[in-house]
């Protein structure tokens, strides 16, 4: 079902410079890999323009699941929130240029806000993803105030009311929530853009904000089986173009 369809998260492999995590996921077998905002920035500081960037991704000979846009838009507000849809609208750009479809954002760490104010944000941010002709999908956050549940970000996505703007599956956020295993068997597939798999530790969850206790899948109480279950049930394959690991760095 996932033959081919694999990718790594650049965040399993963190402070690696991506140069070398590119190496290391093609020398690994990896079809694809997830790209994150940071990981264009710490080249930037290196000194690299993005047209460089771009150009040692293709190299790579990897496709490029999905990239990650800088987190806050979501409740950001004023000049923040113009900043952040300009680097959005950048993101969106080079995903392009990757022949990614793709682009995710998840809450973020700035003080939240409502749904119905998220939801705006989040829909501001979808009309930038169709200039482009790509995707834009929210992943729900377990430790996060507001967006901390599958319920939250379906309810979001709804208020959004876009047809760029979809969801991201965390199978770590999803246990952790509570909506693990078959706990997402009736969401639509429409709904669901990507999917993201890593394992989670027994025991309750750390006390702080972004987690950093996944393990690789079968290594913790996931139930795999089940959900795999309901990966197929809804359809995600076809409409997710790769399925993501991000497992501990």
Same mark, same amino acid.
């Given at each position: 079902?996932?033959?081919?369809?694999?990718?790594?998260?650049?965040?399993?492999?963190?402070?690696?410079?991506?140069?070398?995590?590119?190496?290391?996921?093609?020398?690994?077998?990896?079809?694809?890999?997830?790209?994150?905002?940071?990981?264009?920035?710490?080249?930037?500081?290196?000194?690299?323009?993005?047209?460089?960037?771009?150009? !040692?991704? $293709?190299?790579? @000979?990897?496709?490029?699941?999905?990239?990650?846009?800088?987190? *806050?838009? #979501? %409740? &950001?507000?004023?000049?923040?929130?113009?900043?952040?849809?300009?680097?959005?609208?950048?993101?969106?750009?080079?995903?392009?240029?990757?022949?990614?479809?793709?682009?995710?954002?998840?809450?973020?760490?700035?003080?939240?806000g409502t749904l119905r104010e998220g939801a705006a944000n989040f829909r501001d941010g979808g009309e930038i993803a169709k200039a482009h002709g790509v995707r834009f999908a929210l992943e729900f956050n377990?430790?996060?105030?507001?967006?901390?549940?599958?319920?939250?970000?379906?309810?979001?996505?709804?208020?959004?009311?876009?047809?760029?703007?979809?969801?991201?599956?965390?199978?770590?956020? !999803?246990? $952790?929530?509570? @909506?693990?295993?078959?706990?997402?068997?009736?969401?639509?597939? *429409?709904? #669901? %853009? &990507?999917?993201?798999?890593?394992?989670?530790?027994?025991?309750?969850?750390?006390?702080?904000?972004?987690?950093?206790?996944?393990?690789?899948?079968?290594?913790?109480?996931?139930?795999?089986?089940?959900?795999?279950?309901?990966?197929?049930?809804?359809?995600?394959?076809?409409?997710?173009?790769?399925?993501?690991?991000?497992?501990?760095?």
């Open positions: 079902m996932f033959r081919d369809r694999l990718a790594l998260h650049t965040w399993t492999l963190d402070t690696t410079p991506l140069a070398g995590a590119l190496r290391a996921a093609r020398s690994g077998g990896w079809n694809a890999v997830e790209l994150r905002r940071i990981d264009f920035v710490r080249c930037f500081d290196t000194g690299m323009t993005n047209a460089q960037v771009l150009d !040692l991704v $293709r190299a790579s @000979g990897l496709k490029v699941a999905c990239v990650g846009t800088e987190y *806050g838009l #979501i %409740f &950001a507000k004023g000049e923040e929130k113009k900043r952040l849809l300009k680097v959005l609208d950048e993101t969106c750009a080079n995903a392009v240029a990757l022949g990614c479809d793709l682009v995710m954002i998840a809450p973020g760490q700035n003080p939240p377990s430790q996060h105030e507001v967006i901390n549940r599958l319920e939250a970000g379906r309810e979001l996505v709804a208020l959004a009311d876009h047809p760029n703007c979809g969801l991201l599956f965390d199978a770590y956020h !999803l246990e $952790r929530s509570g @909506g693990g295993g078959r706990g997402f068997e009736d969401v639509a597939p *429409g709904e #669901i %853009f &990507a999917f993201q798999y890593s394992d989670v530790p027994a025991g309750p969850p750390a006390a702080v904000k972004r987690p950093t206790d996944r393990l690789p899948p079968g290594l913790g109480k996931v139930r795999w089986p089940w959900c795999a279950h309901s990966v197929a049930s809804t359809h995600i394959v076809p409409s997710a173009r790769h399925l993501t690991l991000r497992r501990a760095r």
